[in-house]
């Protein structure tokens, strides 16, 4: 924009962000060093070696823009910045006092909820819009009180609180923690507030808010807010009665539904192996990892229950043509009164909670079939699959046909293109094809790439999931007598034979992500006065979310045992979570995937898709940095907890998760001491600024110096149609 006012010889340095924008740099720096003193160092060069022209133009920019301050890297995680750091609570313009309020770029903005900041997380170039000026619209939630009683027990963390429990009342609601006449809350800690709040998105809600209390003013004066700021922000929140007393239930809000949950109901938990929400009890986890390695992961809609249409249904619409007909059907034949669910999807397309299904290809089968019926192009879209959280149940021949269209293209068209370029499979290669319905048949056929399949010798077999859960069929004799004779010991489940689906259960990945607790940290000290220590071939990390936390873990006395287990700090930023957790050893690697084994990964993220913490980690849990560590000084999460040991001691006994486990006082003593003083230390974390690192020739609007300020073709359009 500077660039298209500049060529309009106007004054480039007029265009800022109208409200205050902050950029944390945090998604930058990946784990390629651990379990070393001098990883951190080794990890934060890297990162300016991979990111020097990025890091020179965002250096520019801190210079160029009024209203715009860059955090630079190596300063932390976003979310911990800005509750540590950037959060106002109240702002002041002149003699005007307002609530504060933000929009992020990322769905865990909610964080700073827990500091009692309305906050959510919006798309690029919405929150581009805020910047210039532009307002934010949001429809209308629900606000839904969530009354707190009871005692949580010592094994419960807050990452615990509401992991996957019963919060799902809708995507567009906005939660509001209340404990009128119970002082659980009122005690709770900005850290697990915060904790709590920045799950949002895995419970489903636009915003889990924290009214500010006493507490929250005492934060802001542990953070170094000064005592004229945090005085102004009582005075104005008292004035329009936002100051809360949660032992007052006469300052309790009128809500749209009140849910009430009992601590003690709730369970130390992971979410795993593939999605945040499949919440698992830490007691049922080993039987848990052993069904998912036979079984598919849990779905939330009932196989062959039939749906009506419905018009006041989620549905965009209801095609009229989609009425009186069977369910396996080919295209040009009537379509279905009732839908069953044919597939579950979990793709970022389908599941979007805003957009509908996805785009429709106009050259597609499924195009085509809906031209058919005398819809133009730009009705496509509307068609087809409902809105969903995570699962999208797709109902209706039509969503069968988009669906099956673009999952038979690729390797259709793949085995075209080996046939015609000469290839062929090698004989003692089982090679099968089962189709999950004759729909699919069709396409195949319709597509031409039926034969050139049948031509590497994938035939179609049946109709039905088969290979998918072992029922692959015999191998030739030959093939098994060599396999059997050349012996491979691994744990094997699949044909009768016994020569598939090889796995194991050992954990690779263990990452810790730090905020402003160091239960961890406890838990590791404990674990290395017992005598417990951690497998070499497991990657572990430590990326506090802010440099304070480092701070306040070294002065508790905790940061060497950690050390001791591996869980050096690696950086300063999201890394692995995010999936920058960087490479395995090249053995390990190597005996993955000659092996086909299934290894874990623990995370104390937000994210655990398949691949998402590591390419080689199929399985991987979300967990409190508690059990990060428990996992990792057992090796795998093939372990119950409360009947195996997690090692043994220097005199060889075993030694329990129970044993070393840090108790609620132990943890209230140290933050008490240690975590309340070292607070003050942020400003001084974040104001440090290394010239050597950030060292360029500032730009400030003159010619382009480095590529990265180039812009695309879309301002020269501006510029046309300022013209």
Known sequence: MR?????LNGD?????????????????????FSRSSSALEKNENIEFQRNGERFKFLKWGAKAFRNMLIVPPGSGIVHQVNLEYLARVVFTDGDTLYPDSVVGT?????????????GWGVGGIEAEAVMLGQAISLLLPEVIGYKIEGKLSQYVTSNNFFNG????????????????????????SIADRATISNMCPEYGATVGFFPVDQNSLEYLKQTNRSDAK????KAYLESVKLLRDYSDPSQDPVFSQVVTLDLATVVSSVSGPKRPHDRVPVTDMKQDFLSCLTNKVRGNAPEGQLYPWDLSSTYIKRPPFFDGMGRDVTPGDRVIEQARVLLLLGDSVTTDHISPAGSIARTSAAAKFLASKGLSPPDFNSYGSRRGNDDVMVRGTFANIRIVNKLVSKPGLLAKKAVEAGLSVAPYIKTSLSPGSGVVTYYLRESQVIEPLNQLGFDVVGFGCMTCIGNSGPLDPPIVDAIEKNKRDFSVTDDKQGTKSLFQNELVVAGVLSGNRNFEGLLAKKAVEAGLSVAPYIKTSLSPGSGVVTYYLRESQVIEPLNQLGFDVVGFGCMTCIGNSGPLDPPIVDAIEKNELIVAGVLSGNRNFEGRIHPNTRANYLASPLLVIAYALAGTVDIDFEKEPIGTNKQGAPVFLRDIWPSRSEIHAVEKQHVDDGLFMLSFFLQVDDGRKFSVILRFDTEVDILYYKHGGILNYMIRKML
């Open 3 to 7: 660039d298209a006012v500049k060529s």
């Open 12 to 32: 480039p340095q007029k265009i800022n962000p109208i409200c205050p924008s902050d950029l944390v740099i945090d998604h930058s720096v990946q784990v390629d």
């Open 106 to 118: 990322d769905s865990h903005t909610t964080m700073i909820n827990g500091l009692g900041v309305v």
């Open 165 to 188: 429990r019963v919060f799902y009342s809708g995507f567009t609601c906005y939660k509001d923690f209340q404990t009128p006449g119970f002082q659980w809350l009122r005690e709770l």
């Open 230 to 233: 945090v005085a102004a922000v």
